[in-house]
């Protein structure tokens, strides 16, 4: 579960930015810049990241405050699952990233597994929704949907990528040091159901 303070500064930074896309009263708009300079300031007293970085990545986005879109290929392979070394952590994780303006989620998915693996991959399905504040993700300043969409190969071969160090399939009893922002050890099992259980319904937070 999230720690309070940053639950505080999300809420206050969203508050700030929808009002601040709506208002037209020059003193309501002075107020909501007062409550995201607040937000600034709860985030710099609590982390290490300087002001400018906290103004650039957490607090310049403009309109309605919507959270973003993290979205992960589930593929497998003779009931081992697709996992890719990231460079940044050397830990590993799924196929994934942020979703792409002007691309579908399952297009998403397959443009990952191209770059961070080298293969060619089909979508199947969507198998889960989650919401990242409730599982054991390390903190972050952004609230965050993870997207979840089974693919199956079609092509190409094992390659790593710009973002990426190793490209390999695991077993649900093997798995690796998993990279914790991006996906938990849970998570990563919890997929493996779906595998087990084709009918298994989609899962939501």
Known sequence: MEIKWLEWAKGIQAIAQTGLTYSK?????????????????????????????????FASDTGYATPKV???????????ILLVREKIDGAWSLPGGWADVGLSASEVAVKEVEEESGYLVAPIRLLAVL???FHDHPPEPYHVYKMFIQCRIVGGEALSGIETSEVAFYGI?????????RNTEAQVKTMFQFLYNPNKETMLD
Not at 35 to 45: A, M, N, P, T, W
Not at 70 to 80: H, K, L, P, S, Y
Not at 173 to 181: A, G, R
């Open 25 to 57: 009263d020059v003193y309501d708009i002075e107020r909501y810049e007062q409550l995201r300079q607040l937000s600034i300031d709860i985030l710099s007293g609590y982390t290490d990241a300087g002001i400018d970085k906290i103004k650039l990545t």
């Open 70 to 80: 993290d979205v992960r290929a589930v593929v497998f392979q003779d009931e081992r």
């Open 131 to 133: 919401d990242k504040k």
């Open 173 to 181: 009893d093997e798995l690796p040091q998993l990279s914790l922002e």
